[in-house]
């Protein structure tokens, strides 16, 4: 049983992976730092660690897909991250496909 897990939990990475991109791009529509970002993601139903996520956001920034800045206007300086409008573009494409492959596997999951 613990080498089904382990395959479990290695396809369940491999799935989640492109899911995490898709929705920061999303839930960065509007600009918010990290910690903050990984609450809201954790609070709409998909738990990252900080260490996927800060990678991420730095691949992301490197990309192209999202801005970032910081903002010293308050006590405890924070680095804020904004998707950029070639991460929106991204972001319209990648769910459209999405909404396409949910209907495949909808599908697919009623066939059987």
């Known amino acids: 049983m613990h080498d089904d897990d382990e395959l479990l939990a290695t396809h369940l990475q491999e799935l989640r992976r492109g899911t995490v991109v898709l929705a920061c791009l999303l839930m960065l529509d509007r600009p918010d730092y990290g910690y903050a970002l990984l609450d809201r993601l954790t609070r709409a139903g998909l738990a990252v660690d900080a260490n996927t996520l800060y990678p991420l956001l730095r691949r ?40 396409e492959l949910d209907t495949v596997l909808r599908s697919l999951k009623g066939a059987s």
């Open 60 to 99: 992301l920034e490197k990309q192209g897909l999202v801005t970032s800045y910081w903002n010293t206007e308050e006590s405890r300086p924070r680095k804020f991250y904004r998707t950029s409008d070639r991460g929106a573009a991204l972001a319209a494409a990648l769910s459209r496909d999405w909404d």
